[in-house]
């Protein structure tokens, strides 16, 4: 199994900058997916970037060139940069990853405990 931690989280300005970082651990054959979801109060838990197979990322339009998503492979890490922060940013940012335990065996979800993430004046 998988287990993932957070950080970095915290209060922020509007306008400014958040890093969060999320490491894997674990007993874990094979991570093919990482990523990072949020979910604000009242609302459904929505994806905010992903990293999948080969490098490939993807982005919720919301944050396109405000957060940008990176990943260091040696470490089972990946980081979330975000930059010019809204409030509507504000919501607990969640750690995903895709894995599987042994060949051939199935995929699954397996997810962080979560951060939170507030931006206010």
């Known amino acids: 199994q998988v287990q993932l931690v957070e950080s970095g989280g915290g209060l922020v300005q509007p306008g400014g900058s958040l890093r969060l970082s999320c490491a894997a651990s674990?007993?874990?054959?094979?991570?093919?997916?990482m990523g990072w979801y949020r979910q604000a109060p009242g609302k459904e838990r929505e994806l905010v970037a992903k990293f999948i197979t080969r490098g490939t990322t993807t982005y919720a339009d919301s944050v396109k060139g405000r957060f940008t998503i990176a990943r260091d492979i040696a470490k089972n890490t990946v980081y979330l940069q975000m930059n010019s922060l809204k409030p509507e940013d504000t919501a607990v940012y969640y750690c995903?990853?895709?894995?599987?335990?042994?060949?051939?065996?199935?995929?699954?979800?397996?997810w962080g405990q979560g951060t939170q993430v507030t931006v206010s004046s």
């Open positions: 995903n990853a895709v894995a599987n335990m042994a060949p051939y065996r199935p995929m699954n979800n397996y």
């Open positions: 674990g007993s874990f054959f094979s991570i093919n997916a």
